[in-house]
């Protein structure tokens, strides 16, 4: 099981906002565990924080804004987007002003700060949102739309089109995020120049210029008008006949807009909470179909609070029934663990295959058979004594006993046929043979029980 992380230490880099034009510096700190990504305006009285997710965006327009109670920081996906691609959990992120500094216009100068000092590994086991089922999102008006599929870790596939000589199409993909640092994350934002006097009307862009992003001009227009535009983003003057990129610095890849985009995407999704695991696939993305599908993942992750395990039948036990008669003294009738098909350090996830003829069905009840909820409870307590069980020597000397039980909540009936997954996790370290626990029944994706345990372990007489 993967860990939390977060930073070795912290690190600061200044420049300007692209539209405010101020002057701002940005610093990332480590953070504790479960603390998760947070924003704190010190330029504020009380320096005031945000929790960075999907749910306090405000607004879109070129570029991701969070707010919360009159607070807002703007410009945030790409020092998100690095934190993101390179598995940090917890970051607490101090900003001088209302928005991060764009520096070059993409996440490299954050990459480059986080390689420097580097990550460290915390206790906590890293919580992923896994993606079970094809999930799709269209935004009808502008032709934007995102699917995510089920995979193994996180990848994406971008599609980007515009009614443009210059980048009619183009396509970008990621499949491994160890390629982010070299193949994404110097990708620089980019503006076409019809849309910067609109832009600058919206009072946005005031430090937008040549170094800090790429300017595209398809359209041709006269000559003054273009000066015009010159003078007040305060650049050189160009020759309105010739059609191209305007920039300092020559394009990374021939198709660094498309990189870019998927740059956004991975910031806008670093919004969601959890990291992911499944394939995006966006065509015609952009900041605001991304928070959109952002906070649709997020309702989906409150309606299931706690994710099942994944069970594949095809894959052998890490504990068939024989070892488990080693280690728990229980026998039939009261045996309700059938597998354990994982364990680690602080957690075991445990299985059992309700039979139409287990012995209690006659008496509960004999017209609507359901398993009995203190059995439910039972079948969790064996399954997280074999976690304390398996951690010790000469475990068939050691039995395990309640001594408490809270929080007990019975969602859905189980009946014959029904498959019981179990997930329990220790709440804390084991003190003086003294354990705590969380525990979890499922029946498909569904929680059907929980509750919480603590118990000891003794030695038999």
């Known amino acids: 099981m993967l860990k939390q992380r977060t930073l070795k230490e912290s690190f600061s880099l200044r420049g300007k906002g692209?539209?405010?034009?101020?002057?701002?510096?940005?610093?990332?700190?480590?953070?504790?565990?479960?603390?998760?990504?947070?924003?704190?305006?010190?330029?504020?009285?009380?320096?005031?924080?945000?929790?960075?997710?999907?749910?306090?965006?405000?607004?879109?327009?070129?570029?991701?804004?969070?707010?919360?109670?009159?607070?807002?920081?703007?410009?945030?996906?790409?020092?998100?987007?690095?934190?993101?691609?390179?598995?940090?959990?917890?970051?607490?992120?101090?900003?001088?002003?209302?928005?991060?500094?764009?520096?070059?216009?993409?996440?490299?100068?954050?990459?480059?700060?986080?390689?420097?000092?580097?990550?460290?590994?915390?206790t906590a086991i890293k919580d992923f949102y896994i993606i079970r089922k094809k999930i799709e999102f269209t935004d009808e008006n502008t032709g934007s739309s995102i699917i995510v599929l089920p995979d193994d870790q996180f990848s994406i596939d971008v599609h980007i089109s515009y009614d443009s000589s210059i980048i009619p199409n183009q396509y970008a993909s990621l499949d491994n995020m160890g390629d982010f640092p070299k193949e994404v994350a110097g990708a620089r934002t980019f503006v076409f120049v019809r849309e910067i006097e609109p832009?600058?009307?919206?009072?946005?862009?005031k430090g937008g210029d040549l170094d800090n992003a790429i300017v595209i001009y398809e359209r041709p227009m006269k000559q003054a008008k273009l000066d015009q535009l010159a003078d007040i983003m305060k650049v050189d003057h160009h020759d309105a006949t010739e059609l191209g990129y305007l920039n300092h610095k020559p394009l990374v890849w021939s198709n660094e807009p498309a990189r870019?985009?998927?740059?956004?995407?991975?910031?806008?999704?670093?919004?969601?909470?959890?990291?992911?695991?499944?394939?995006?696939?966006?065509?015609?993305?952009?900041?605001?179909?991304?928070?959109?599908?952002?906070?649709?993942?997020?309702?989906?992750?409150?309606?299931?609070?706690v994710q099942a395990p994944i069970y594949d039948c095809n894959q052998p036990p890490v504990m068939d029934v024989n070892r488990i008669r080693q280690l728990l003294p229980h026998r039939y009738p009261m045996l309700?663990?059938?597998?354990i098909i994982e364990i680690g350090p602080k957690h075991i996830i445990g299985l059992k295959n309700v039979s139409g003829n287990e012995p209690f069905f006659a008496g509960h009840f004999p017209k609507e058979p359901i398993m009995p909820g203190v059995l439910l409870v039972e079948a969790m307590a064996q399954?997280?004594?074999?976690?304390?069980?398996?951690?010790?020597?000469?475990?068939?000397?050691?039995?395990?006993?309640?001594?408490?039980?809270d929080n007990v909540k019975f969602r859905q009936k189980v009946v014959p046929?029904?498959?019981?997954?179990?997930?329990?996790?220790?709440?804390?370290?084991?003190?003086?043979?003294?354990?705590?626990?969380?525990?979890?029944?499922?029946?498909?994706?569904?929680?059907?029980?929980?509750?919480?345990?603590?118990?000891?372990?003794?030695?038999?007489?």
């Open 18 to 122: 692209l539209h405010t034009g101020l002057d701002l510096t940005v610093t990332f700190n480590p953070a504790p565990e479960n603390h998760g990504y947070k924003i704190q305006r010190i330029d504020l009285e009380g320096q005031p924080i945000i929790d960075a997710v999907a749910d306090h965006v405000i607004e879109t327009t070129r570029g991701t804004v969070l707010g919360k109670d009159n607070i807002k920081v703007s410009t945030v996906e790409h020092g998100l987007a690095a934190l993101y691609a390179t598995g940090i959990d917890n970051c607490l992120i101090q900003v001088s002003g209302p928005e991060f500094p764009i520096l070059d216009g993409s996440s490299s100068q954050y990459m480059e700060e986080i390689e420097r000092i580097g990550t460290v590994e915390q």
């Open 260 to 305: 870019h985009k998927l740059l956004d995407i991975i910031g806008d999704m670093a919004l969601i909470g959890k990291p992911i695991k499944g394939r995006i696939i966006a065509n015609r993305p952009g900041h605001t179909i991304n928070n959109k599908f952002a906070r649709a993942v997020r309702k989906e992750m409150r309606l299931h609070e």
């Open 417 to 461: 046929g029904d498959t019981l997954l179990f997930r329990l996790e220790l709440l804390a370290p084991i003190r003086r043979g003294i354990s705590t626990m969380k525990g979890y029944v499922f029946v498909g994706e569904r929680i059907v029980c929980e509750a919480e345990f603590m118990a000891q372990i003794t030695k038999n007489k």
């Open 336 to 339: 309700l663990v059938d597998k």
């Open 199 to 205: 832009l600058l009307n919206a009072n946005l862009i």
């Open 383 to 405: 399954t997280g004594g074999l976690l304390v069980l398996n951690s010790v020597e000469e475990p068939e000397r050691y039995s395990t006993y309640f001594m408490k039980i």
